[in-house]
T-cell receptor
Framework: QKEVEQDPGPLSVPEGAIVSLNCTYSNSAFQYFMWYRQYSRKGPELLMY????GNKEDGRFTAQVDKSSKYISLFIRDSQPSDSATYLCAMNTGNQFYFGTGTSLTVIP | GAGVSQTPSNKVTEKGKYVELRCDPISGHTALYWYRQSLGQGPEFLIY????????DSGLPNDRFFAVRPEGSVSTLKIQRTERGDSAVYLC?????????????FGPGTRLTVL
């Protein structure tokens, strides 16, 4: 079993839709929970991170962590064509970071 | 300011050859990470440097892989006797330091193809 599981999609939504991206994990020692965005042929860039269970909001993005269920989510409101990318969840224990496979998102104008 | 840079951007080599991949981190970043990303997969941790020393090399798949960071800045990932299965994008990331969660800034990667 992988440390982090993520549905690879692809996911295709119309502009303005709410997008929900999810990951599950197995290691209860994970400390930080992160979401990265990766455009084609680029390195990942950090979108948001959370440390504890609960919600964290940043503009159109909301990150949610449920440690009891070992489940994290990223919600994107009012999705835009520029949000089209691959979204990777990631978690760490110390300096080892574990990434999901990434979900490919396309927002259609 | 300058981000993380990696050279070359693409490398094509033949099975059995030796390759070196270079990473220039952001100036002042003491932590440096190497990852491997295969097609359709997320980055897979290889090695972490804090300063000049490899603080964690548990992700290196075998002894054909080796990385150095002699002066605590530029790092080189070295792969001996390359195999077709080594084909992937090799990503480098740097961060300010090891405490808490310091954001990792990724380079664009080196796309390695082993024929």
């Amino acid at each position: 079993q992988k440390e982090v599981e993520q549905d690879p999609g692809p996911l295709s939504v119309p502009e303005g839709a709410i997008v929900s991206l999810n990951c599950t994990y197995s290691n209860s020692a994970f400390q930080y929970f992160m979401w990265y965005r990766q455009y084609s042929r680029k390195g990942p860039e950090l979108l948001m991170y959370t440390y504890s269970s609960g919600n964290k909001e940043d503009g159109r993005f909301t990150a949610q962590v449920d440690k009891s269920s070992k489940y994290i989510s990223l919600f994107i409101r009012d999705s835009q064509p520029s949000d089209s990318a691959t979204y990777l969840c990631a978690m760490n224990t110390g300096n080892q970071f574990y990434f999901g496979t990434g979900t490919s998102l396309t927002v259609i104008p | 300011g300058a981000g993380v840079s990696q050279t070359p951007s693409n490398k094509v080599t033949e099975k059995g050859k030796y390759v070196e991949l270079r990473c220039d981190p952001i100036s002042g970043h003491t932590a440096l990470y190497w990852y491997r990303q295969s097609l359709g997969q997320g980055p897979e941790f290889l090695i972490y440097f804090q300063g000049t020393g490899a603080a964690d090399d548990s992700g290196l798949p075998n002894d054909r892989f080796f990385a150095v960071r002699p002066e605590g800045s530029v790092s080189t990932l070295k792969i001996q006797r390359t195999e077709r299965g080594d084909s992937a994008v090799y990503l480098c990331a740097s961060s300010l330091g090891p405490q808490g969660l310091n954001e990792q800034f990724f380079g664009p990667g080196t796309r390695l193809t082993v024929l």
